[in-house]
């Protein structure tokens, strides 16, 4: 992960305001659902992605958009909106199925006067390997739900991490003592 790939928030009229910096990839975005369940809960209604000096994203953060879109929409009102989207994002946005779900401005939007963002640390959530390759795999699967493109493009992907996590399992059985053994 480059230096300055990073991930600003701040929230303005119970709306999360995210500004992904450099790329937005799952080296520094898996702490953002948890981020945005808690300011959901805090009374956010809405995120808003400005992606204006994001130059590149992977399908964990089209994972995270989608997440935030399913468990925040609701009677027709698009309560995650993506600005300054180039049109390779736009791209990727449409071929996942996240324009039926996200709210994309065609035009170039500024940020709102006054906005203070801050750099938080979404690189070091979760805190363990297995942690992160499960939240990798729980926004893949938010994703395969969404529609049978995407079950095509990602459950292979999410069989192997799912294989991923099963091999640890065995291995930490085998570290761990937890083998069952015939006494007598």
């Not at 945005?36 to 808003?48: E, P, S």
């Not at 992605?49 to 964990?60: E, M, P, R």
């Not at 199925?97 to 801050?118: N, Y």
Request: proline residues 3%; contains cysteine.
């Amino acid at each position: 992960m480059a230096d300055e790939d990073r991930i600003e928030v701040a929230v303005i009229d119970k709306t999360v305001y995210v500004k992904p910096v450099g790329s937005a990839t799952q080296d520094n975005c898996l702490g953002l659902p948890h981020f945005l369940t808690t300011m959901y809960r805090q009374g956010c209604l809405g995120v808003t992605f400005d992606l204006k000096d994001c130059h590149g994203i992977d399908s964990t953060f089209l994972g995270v958009i989608a997440t935030a879109a399913i468990s925040q929409g609701g009677r027709g009102r698009k309560r995650v909106v993506v600005l300054n989207a180039d049109e390779r994002v736009k791209h990727e946005l449409s071929m996942v199925g996240l324009m039926s779900v996200v709210a994309v401005k065609a035009e170039a939007v500024e940020p709102p006067e006054g906005l203070k963002l801050k750099h938080v640390d979404f690189v070091h959530f979760p805190a363990n390997e297995r942690k992160r390759i499960e939240m990798i795999r729980d926004l893949h699967q938010e994703m395969v739900k969404m529609n049978e493109k995407n079950r095509e493009l990602f459950s292979s992907f999410v069989e192997m991490l799912n294989e991923e996590l099963l091999q640890e399992d065995g291995a930490e059985d085998s570290e761990g003592g937890n083998e069952v053994r015939d006494v007598q």
